[in-house]
């Protein structure tokens, strides 16, 4: 019997009531009666254990949603955080991103793109300036969008909100946006500074970084178009004089200064389609357009006028400076580039010859091709050899004759040429003297002389040398200022140096060469006048010029022991320098009667072979007293 049902039957019949002693139709009900207790019992646990389940899924159910709802959660953050990333990578990059719809109207665009161009569009071909391709990118457009094109690649100049012109490269490609609606995305790269950079090395490819105007490759490249186009004009060659003085002497900033106002001068004097040019260092070219041998010489005056100038100098001076010109016509002297530069260069130089700041017109039938370009070979061979410091100093001694002690040392220039073989001056100074060159010769010889002497004195204190100095140095350069820097420069007391000027048939400009002379005394440096006696030598010089020493002529002292006339010039000419003040000096000294003969007509010194040739070296006293046979005393 059922727990439940025993026990209620207890709480009615009595605790003692015995079960057994039901009628068995009592025992029937209550057996049906447990049963159906057995059958709720059993309803009741399945109940109870399916609700169990119910509520054990409905947790897991729970737990699952609350899950994915964090998870939903996380995942929109990350999408928002990516998607403030892109915008922030799409606007730090340095490029111009623009998205546009099916319909070209603008969706988004960067940083980049609205920060420089400072407009707002809402078109997308408003972006780009019209022109002759915009149709082409309006169809290749459609192409994008219809998958018919991948991509699209434009370079187009925009400009800025500060109107400067960019210069874009654009990529146009298809893209879909969330919806799956297509995209046109187009990004440009700024190349305005690459560009601007391939500008500034095209334009220093073809110009003059100082002057601003051409260079050798676009004269060249001018002149080769002209000649090919079979026009008329004229080739013009400029030639700056003594530009290496005036930057030795004054600086380079000086020096580029001048070149700077040649270059305005040719600017200004030109017209638009003449072509100007700075070939080197101190060399111009003009290519004029449609001029012929009438009207030449009136555009020639003219640039002769204008590039004939002078600048002022920071202390106030004036620095006057002057051209040669050179002009060859085309097609008359030459169809050829080669041969037009060869007569133009050869006329500069015959220009140079008739004197400063000249022009002269090649002319094949009275120009002199051959001797032309013998004097060009020769400037070039000169021009080499200084530039490649193939020069050396022979010194030789000139002895004082009374007491056979070293007076001092004449420095005597040699030429090395290409094979290594000594070159003597007379084969190239008055070439030099000629052509304009001297005065880079001179200079050269006197930076040596002062190296020379900054380094011989320490042990040989009375050690003196002279210079020969042209007289085109001192008429054109400015002597006394570079005497002043060297001798600064190498601490050489100024009077271990004596200027010997040579060449006086040079002078023509007695004056100024007189002027620079007084001022090279005032500075404390002895002065000598060489070859006295012959060619242009006067006695007038002998009374103006602050000289120290005169040197007479070589072919005096030669035949002196022969010739009573010889003697009776030496004689009155010593007598007359003593007079003056001044000491003379004989060359070409060649035995020791002539030495005694020139003491009693009353020289003071003697230079020569017999005494001591020209060496490289400085000869000491006990070599010339060898030489002069004295080896004894
Ligand atoms: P100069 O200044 O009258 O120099 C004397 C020349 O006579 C030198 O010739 C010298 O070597 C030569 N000589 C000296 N004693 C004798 C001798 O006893 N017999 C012979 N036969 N010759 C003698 P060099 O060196 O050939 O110079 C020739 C000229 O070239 C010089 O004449 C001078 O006018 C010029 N020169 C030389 N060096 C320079 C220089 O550095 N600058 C300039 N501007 N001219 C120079
Ligand atoms: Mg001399
Ligand atoms: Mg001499």
Same mark, same amino acid.
């Given at each position: 019997?059922?727990?439940?049902?025993?026990?209620?039957?207890?709480?009615?019949?009595? $605790?003692?009531?015995? %079960?057994?002693?039901?009628?068995?139709?009592?025992?029937?009900? %209550?057996?049906?009666?447990? @049963?159906?207790?057995?059958?709720?019992?059993?309803?009741?646990?399945?109940?109870?254990?399916?609700?169990?389940?119910?509520?054990?899924?409905?947790?897991?159910?729970?737990?699952?949603?609350?899950?994915?709802?964090?998870?939903?959660?996380?995942?929109?953050?990350?999408?928002?955080?990516?998607?403030?990333?892109?915008?922030?990578?799409?606007?730090?990059?340095?490029?111009?991103?623009?998205?546009?719809?099916?319909?070209?109207?603008? !969706? /988004?665009? &960067?940083?980049?793109?609205?920060?420089?161009?400072?407009?707002?569009?809402?078109?997308?071909?408003?972006?780009?300036?019209? &022109?002759?391709?915009?149709?082409?990118?309006?169809?290749?457009?459609?192409?994008?969008?219809?998958?018919?094109?991948?991509?699209?690649?434009?370079?187009?100049?925009?400009?800025?909100?500060?109107?400067?012109?960019?210069?874009?490269?654009?990529?146009?490609?298809?893209?879909?946006?969330?919806?799956?609606?297509?995209?046109?995305?187009?990004?440009?790269?700024?190349?305005?500074?690459?560009?601007?950079?391939?500008?500034?090395?095209?334009?220093?490819?073809?110009?003059?970084?100082?002057?601003?105007?051409?260079?050798?490759?676009?004269?060249?490249?001018?002149?080769?178009?002209?000649?090919?186009?079979?026009?008329?004009?004229?080739?013009?060659?400029?030639?700056?004089?003594?530009?290496?003085?005036?930057?030795?002497?004054?600086?380079?900033?000086?020096?580029?200064?001048?070149?700077?106002?040649?270059?305005?001068?040719?600017?200004?004097?030109?017209?638009?389609?003449?072509?100007?040019?700075?070939?080197?260092?101190?060399?111009? /070219?003009?290519?004029?357009?449609?001029?012929?041998?009438?009207?030449?010489?009136?555009?020639?005056?003219?640039?002769?006028?204008?590039?004939?100038?002078?600048? !002022?100098?920071?202390?106030?001076? $004036?620095?006057?400076?002057?051209?040669?010109?050179?002009?060859?016509?085309?097609?008359?002297?030459?169809?050829?580039?080669?041969?037009?530069?060869?007569?133009?260069?050869?006329?500069?130089?015959?220009?140079?010859?008739?004197?400063?700041?000249?022009?002269?017109? %090649?002319?094949?039938?009275? @120009?002199?091709?051959?001797?032309?370009?013998?004097?060009?070979?020769?400037?070039?061979?000169?021009?080499?050899?200084?530039?490649?410091?193939?020069?050396?100093?022979?010194?030789?001694?000139?002895? $004082?004759?009374?007491?056979?002690?070293?007076?001092?040392?004449?420095?005597?220039?040699?030429?090395?040429?290409?094979?290594?073989?000594?070159?003597?001056?007379?084969?190239?100074?008055?070439?030099?003297?000629?052509?304009?060159?001297?005065?880079? *010769?001179?200079?050269?010889?006197?930076?040596?002389?002062?190296?020379?002497?900054?380094?011989?004195?320490?042990?040989?204190?009375?050690?003196?040398?002279?210079?020969? *100095?042209?007289?085109?140095?001192?008429?054109?350069?400015?002597?006394?200022?570079?005497?002043?820097?060297?001798?600064?420069?190498?601490?050489?007391?100024?009077?271990?140096?004596?200027?010997?000027?040579?060449? /006086?048939?040079?002078?023509?400009?007695?004056?100024?060469?007189?002027?620079?002379?007084?001022?090279?005394?005032?500075?404390?440096?002895?002065?000598?006048?060489?070859?006295?006696?012959?060619?242009?030598?006067?006695?007038?010089?002998?009374?103006?010029?602050?000289?120290?020493?005169?040197?007479?002529?070589?072919?005096?002292?030669?035949?002196?022991?022969?010739?009573?006339?010889?003697?009776?010039?030496?004689?009155?000419?010593?007598?007359?320098?003593?007079? %003056?003040?001044?000491?003379?000096?004989?060359?070409?000294?060649?035995?020791?009667?002539?030495?005694?003969?020139?003491?009693?007509?009353?020289?003071?010194?003697?230079?020569?072979?017999? !005494?001591?040739?020209?060496?490289?070296?400085?000869?000491?006293?006990?070599?010339?007293?060898? &030489?002069?046979?004295?080896?004894?005393?």
């Amino acid at each position: 019997m059922h727990k439940l049902l025993a026990r209620q039957l207890k709480k009615s019949f009595g $605790k003692n009531c015995d %079960f057994n002693t039901f009628s068995d139709e009592l025992d029937g009900l %209550f057996e049906s009666i447990s @049963d159906a207790y057995e059958d709720y019992d059993h309803d009741r646990k399945i109940l109870e254990l399916t609700l169990e389940k119910n509520s054990y899924e409905l947790t897991t159910a729970n737990r699952l949603i609350s899950d994915q709802n964090d998870s939903l959660i996380h995942q929109l953050k990350t999408l928002s955080r990516s998607r403030a990333f892109l915008t922030r990578l799409i606007d730090s990059v340095h490029m111009f991103i623009v998205t546009s719809n099916a319909n070209l109207e603008v !969706i /988004t665009v &960067n940083k980049k793109f609205s920060g420089s161009l400072n407009k707002t569009y809402h078109h997308f071909l408003d972006i780009f300036p019209e &022109n002759d391709l915009t149709e082409k990118f309006r169809g290749e457009l459609q192409s994008l969008l219809s998958n018919k094109l991948e991509v699209i690649h434009n370079d187009m100049e925009l400009k800025d909100s500060l109107n400067n012109v960019l210069y874009i490269s654009w990529s146009h490609t298809l893209v879909e946006d969330e919806q799956g609606n297509p995209i046109i995305l187009s990004i440009g790269s700024d190349l305005t500074k690459r560009k601007e950079a391939e500008d500034a090395l095209h334009w220093l490819a073809h110009h003059d970084p100082l002057t601003l105007i051409g260079n050798r490759r676009s004269f060249q490249y001018s002149l080769q178009h002209m000649l090919s186009s079979n026009s008329q004009g004229a080739l013009v060659f400029i030639d700056v004089n003594h530009f290496k003085q005036i930057n030795d002497f004054y600086g380079h900033s000086v020096g580029d200064l001048v070149l700077i106002n040649i270059a305005n001068a040719l600017k200004k004097v030109t017209r638009s389609n003449d072509v100007i040019s700075r070939l080197s260092g101190d060399e111009f /070219t003009v290519i004029l357009c449609r001029v012929n041998s009438e009207v030449i010489s009136l555009v020639l005056d003219k640039l002769v006028t204008a590039l004939n100038s002078h600048i !002022i100098l920071e202390d106030g001076s $004036k620095l006057e400076y002057s051209v040669s010109i050179g002009v060859s016509l085309f097609p008359e002297h030459a169809h050829q580039q080669e041969q037009l530069i060869i007569n133009a260069d050869l006329a500069m130089y015959k220009a140079k010859k008739k004197g400063l700041g000249r022009w002269h017109l %090649f002319s094949p039938e009275t @120009d002199d091709f051959s001797s032309l370009q013998t004097d060009n070979l020769q400037m070039r061979s000169i021009k080499n050899a200084l530039e490649e410091n193939r020069y050396q100093l022979n010194y030789q001694p000139i002895l $004082k004759l009374q007491d056979k002690t070293i007076s001092h040392y004449e420095a005597l220039i040699r030429q090395i040429d290409e094979n290594g073989n000594l070159v003597y001056p007379g084969s190239f100074i008055p070439a030099a003297e000629r052509m304009g060159l001297i005065q880079d *010769i001179d200079e050269w010889v006197l930076e040596h002389v002062l190296k020379c002497l900054a380094r011989e004195l320490p042990s040989r204190p009375e050690l003196v040398i002279t210079v020969n *100095i042209s007289a085109p140095t001192l008429q054109e350069g400015d002597l006394p200022r570079l005497l002043v820097k060297l001798l600064e420069k190498y601490q050489v007391p100024c009077n271990h140096l004596i200027i010997e000027l040579t060449e /006086t048939a040079y002078i023509d400009n007695f004056e100024e060469v007189l002027r620079n002379l007084t001022e090279i005394d005032a500075l404390g440096v002895r002065i000598a006048l060489d070859d006295f006696g012959v060619g242009f030598s006067s006695f007038s010089y002998l009374k103006r010029m602050p000289l120290s020493y005169v040197k007479l002529d070589g072919s005096y002292v030669k035949t002196l022991l022969q010739s009573h006339e010889d003697q009776v010039f030496v004689e009155s000419l010593s007598n007359m320098v003593q007079a %003056f003040g001044m000491k003379t000096i004989a060359e070409f000294v060649g035995d020791q009667a002539t030495c005694n003969r020139l003491l009693e007509l009353g020289v003071t010194y003697g230079q020569g072979y017999f !005494i001591g040739k020209p060496q490289p070296y400085l000869a000491t006293i006990d070599e010339v007293r060898k &030489n002069i046979g004295m080896c004894e005393q």
